[in-house]
């Protein structure tokens, strides 16, 4: 008598690994449109990641952020309260950003009553962004004529071309001395300011863009705020350094 057989499904791990892969493709995909994987509640808590957290990365009561003289400021330059923004002009999730919370601040009466400002530094991820080394400087040598943040507005407005010939159309589009910006960015005249201030993001904890830090001017408490996040959180980082 012919034994039955149990009716069975084999399936080989080739073809577990080609399902597992497209699935992982397919989630990676949507979180391209979805800005990024964040919490259930769907807010944009996107940012492009540097390095791996650091267990060692300063609190934000440790963080230290060095002003200086010539980083660009956007309202009030004796507020009370600064905003520092760690950004690359390549990355999706700082023109969010930008877009979004950091005009958001600039129609609040934090800004319009000159309580609190905002400073930009430079902290390009070169290893995934190759076009925001360049831009970054670009905007430097913008901002040695005084016009930093016209160039950052047009960066951020035309994302897709960051090629130095795009670049160099840009300040002349802004009506910049164009044979001196040119011998400016050509010659990386400014490349040690953009080194230094990947330095300055990373010893303050940053490991990613956008980032954050806000500094109460006088007490110099701080708070840090990571990802292109609604300006809710901004407000509240605000009113705990205050």
Not at 7 to 26: C, M, N, P, R
Not at 36 to 48: L, Y
Not at 102 to 125: A, E, Q, R, S
Request: glycine content about 8%.
């Amino acid at each position: 008598m012919e034994e039955k057989k149990e009716d069975s499904i084999t399936i080989k791990k080739h073809t577990l690994w080609q399902v597992g892969t497209f699935l992982f493709a397919a989630l990676f995909v949507v979180s391209l449109f979805t800005g990024g994987f964040s919490g259930g509640n769907g807010s944009p808590t996107g940012a492009v990641i540097a390095n791996p957290v650091n267990p060692e990365a300063p609190t934000p009561s440790q963080v230290k952020v060095e002003i200086e003289s010539n980083d660009p400021v956007l309202g009030k330059k004796d507020a009370g309260i600064t905003i520092v923004e760690f950004s690359d002009f390549q990355c999706p999730f700082c023109e969010r950003a930008a877009s979004g919370a950091m005009t958001d601040l600039k129609n609040t009466d934090y800004f319009k009553n000159g309580d609190v400002n905002l400073i930009y530094k430079h902290f390009p991820l070169n290893s995934i962004h190759p076009f925001a080394q360049k831009a970054a400087e670009a905007s430097e040598c913008a901002n040695r004529q005084g016009k930093f943040w016209e160039y950052h507005d047009k960066l951020f407005t035309n994302q897709q071309a960051l090629d130095v010939t795009s670049l160099k159309s840009y300040a002349q589009a802004l009506g910049l001395n164009t044979v001196d910006f040119n011998k400016c960015l050509d010659g990386g005249e400014a490349a040690a300011e953009i080194s230094k201030e990947t330095t300055q993001a990373t010893n303050a904890g940053g490991r990613g863009t956008p980032y954050f830090v806000v500094i109460n001017n006088k007490d110099k408490s701080t708070q840090v705020v990571s990802g292109a996040v609604p300006f809710s959180q901004f407000d509240a980082a605000i009113k705990a350094v205050a």
